[in-house]
């Protein structure tokens, strides 16, 4: 099997204009190389999916670019800024948001109490103490959110009685709090029923055109709906990249995910 990829005209640009651009990014534990000179350049607003066998280095591909983790080697770059060494809040800051594989929620809040304190944390207000007034502009953001993610006949429902599903699209309206421009969402379709899955396609293509997102995906059918270009990573390494289509009928990629690549 062959390591070709089919290049994007993002990649071959300067970096100038990029919401994301990764250049000769590494990551070591040890003599294990998970992420090995990874080149990858996202545009602002667009939307990119990720696949990947379980192994192939995704996730810590994502923790890479929040500042989880540091890169071995290479370099990052944020809206044309270089991160590399930044610490995850100050990417946050300048617009990075992130869903991960298991639920951060606060169980025992509402769903719009939940969305409430993620707005209150990105706002410049964070560390006041006040009680909210029904007034408070950032309630009524977290009331837009909730109704984003087609939560709003839950909104004052506990987050412990929401059904997996439900915590899910929680998450997103957590992710979107704070006017981010560019969010990463890690398996958001694990564990959903087909009704879930659609659901969330249609919440994924239904964000605000300027927001970005990139999103690791084992689900092919719902990744390859929400994307506009597909990345491919095998053994820590871009495999492929192109249109949805393309690598949809990409032997050797229908090989590396359905054959005896897959883990």
Do not use: W
Request: aromatic letters at 6%; hydrophobic letters at 40%; glycine letters at 10%.
């Amino acid at each position: 099997m062959t390591t070709e990829t089919i290049k994007s005209p993002a990649a071959a640009t300067s970096s100038a204009g990029h919401a994301l651009e990764l250049r000769g990014v590494s990551k070591l534990f040890g003599a294990l190389a998970a992420l090995s000179d990874i080149d990858l350049a996202i545009r602002p607003g667009e939307r990119r999916a990720v696949l990947g066998s379980n192994g192939a280095g995704k996730t810590t591909l994502f923790n890479c670019i929040t500042g989880d983790f540091l890169p071995s080697t290479g370099g990052i770059r944020l809206f044309g800024e270089d991160v590399t060494r930044f610490p995850a809040q100050e990417r946050i800051r300048r617009g990075l948001r992130r869903t991960y594989q298991i639920s951060l929620l606060f169980n025992g809040l509402t769903v719009r109490d939940n969305v409430y304190l993620a707005c209150r944390g990105v706002s410049r207000g964070r560390f006041s103490f006040l009680r909210s007034r029904a007034d408070d502009s950032l309630m009524q953001a977290a009331e837009d959110l909730v109704a984003a993610v087609h939560l709003s006949d839950l909104i004052d429902t506990p987050v412990s009685v929401l059904a997996y599903g439900q915590q899910r699209q929680l998450e997103i309206a957590l992710a979107l709090a704070g006017a981010p421009r560019l969010i990463l969402f890690d398996e958001p379709a694990a564990g959903l029923s087909p009704t879930e899955r659609k659901d969330l396609v249609e919440i994924l293509t239904g964000l605000p055109a300027h927001i970005g997102y990139v999103i690791i995906e084992h689900d092919m059918d719902v990744a390859l709906r929400v994307a506009e270009r597909v990345t491919m990573m095998h053994n820590g390494r871009i495999f492929k990249e192109g249109l949805p289509e393309e690598i949809e009928n990409d032997p050797e990629v229908q090989a590396l995910y359905l054959g005896d690549g897959h883990e």
